[in-house]
């Protein structure tokens, strides 16, 4: 086994939800996190922990911030080439930007090198681990997987499924969705930091024959993960609709065909109905909540407060290329403004939110009970922040009065340049240039 070191640093975590529990946010001004192969096994301050483990060899992170690694639940990988498609609602969008670039993920050279663009954007923007909307073609997915492995992110992908509405060359069919995904499946889940996610693009372009073909994935490989889109714009809610007559709502296409459950993520779901929410609370699955796509592509406020009071359990994502960027920090800001900007039907959004929602939440709705806090037991999955001298963020550091009020300026001026650092199970990742 590796040898230890003590990481000595202001670090802050949620190990509990901060929707639930006042005191979630917990932080140590001076303190320290004893790691060895990858693995925290003691956290404190850090006198206690240096006087326990004298001769240990220590990494000074003081000046900054470490905080858990990001853990963002959606994201498209073809799409990090098309970010900034503005003033476009989302269909048109789709025509416009993203599908004719998803369709150049035929070419496995150029797939390649769009999963390194999004990798390093990924991992430059401090996550460690993203649930990833992959690609259309199968061989731009086993690309994907590479590139992954390479750089050490944990990443959730599986090959994007749809048989209608969409371009030609990215319809596929029952038969063969099932075929390629279990040929991904086999060659790629569980091998390293890689977990395989079902995913049907959304029930617009998807028929009963693909989503049941979804289902048998699920059925015959115990353990995957489940994710598409749903509720995110109101023109695709109403072809959905038409699309799926004998279907209540949205959410019960994806419920008839049996591919709703603990380890389903569903990305936006901006315009649920009471019964989808109730649906979702019962089965655990998570609602991804996209807050900058969802004004950049118009698609409405996000009820954060309806999706708490049903239960339903709630995390971040970037949903880059829809989204502006890779940045946690500015999805957690985003979200911030909007439930602001909701009045009396949003959320009040504090700090520990915020870091609650990039990190733990995310966690818990891939089901890694590994990641996502600074608890013993768990990975060394995280970002350092620590940013360059002379910046307003710089200034807030050095003279904030607790490591929250810190953590509050990181989420409102904080960028990927002020991400020093970063790991994965205590492996050296990212550093700055």
């Not at 818990?364 to 013993?376: K, R």
Request: net charge negative.
């Amino acid at each position: 086994m590796t040898s230890p070191t003590l990481y000595r640093a202001t670090f802050l975590h949620t190990p509990v939800s901060p929707f639930t529990y006042e005191d979630a946010l917990r932080a140590e001004e001076d303190g320290g996190l004893l790691v060895q192969g990858g693995v925290i096994t003691a956290r404190g301050p850090y006198s206690d922990l240096r006087a326990a483990h004298p001769d240990v060899p220590v990494t000074d992170l003081r000046g900054g911030l470490l905080l858990p690694g990001f853990v963002d639940t959606h994201v498209h990988y073809p799409q990090v080439r098309v970010i900034g498609g503005l003033g476009l609602p989302l269909l048109d969008w789709l025509d416009q930007c993203a599908l004719p670039e998803e369709a150049r993920m035929a070419d496995a050279a150029y797939a390649r090198g769009v999963a390194r663009d999004f990798i390093r954007g990924l991992l430059g923007a401090g996550t460690t681990t993203a649930l990833v909307f992959g690609s259309h073609f199968a061989g731009a997915v086993h690309e994907f997987f590479e590139e992954a492995q390479t750089a050490g992110l944990r990443a959730v992908t599986g090959l994007v499924v749809s048989d209608r509405l969409l371009r030609e060359e990215l319809h596929t069919t029952p038969e063969r969705a099932y075929a390629e995904g279990k040929a991904l499946i086999q060659r790629w889940h569980g091998q390293g930091r890689a977990l395989y996610a079902v995913t049907p693009r959304f029930s617009l372009s998807a028929s009963e024959g693909i989503l049941e073909a979804c289902a048998a994935l699920m059925r015959d490989f115990p353990g995957l993960r489940f994710t598409s889109h749903i509720n995110e714009n109101t023109r695709e809610i109403q072809v959905v609709r038409e699309l799926f007559p004998g279907a209540r709502d949205y959410l019960e296409t994806y419920e008839q065909a049996g591919l709703i459950g603990r380890h389903s993520v569903l990305a936006h779901n901006v315009h649920p109905s009471d019964r989808e929410l109730g649906v979702m609370a019962d089965a655990r699955c998570t609602a991804a909540h996209c807050p900058c796509s969802n004004a950049a592509l118009g698609s409405g406020f996000f009820p954060l407060r309806r999706h708490l009071h049903a239960g339903v359990h709630v995390a971040l994502g970037s949903d880059v290329g829809g989204g502006t960027g890779f940045s946690l920090l500015k999805e957690g800001l985003q979200a911030h403004f909007l439930q602001n900007l909701m009045g009396e039907r949003g959320v009040p959004l504090r700090p520990a939110h915020l870091l609650y929602l990039a990190t733990q939440a995310g966690a818990h709705a891939l089901d890694l009970p590994h990641v996502g806090a600074f608890e013993p037991g768990q990975q060394f999955d995280a970002v350092h922040l620590s940013p360059h001298a002379g910046t307003p963020l710089d200034a807030v550091f050095r003279h904030a009065s607790s490591a929250e009020r810190a953590l509050a300026a990181a989420f409102a001026t904080g960028t990927p340049a002020d991400v020093a650092r970063v790991w994965i199970a205590g492996d050296a990742v990212h550093t700055r240039a």
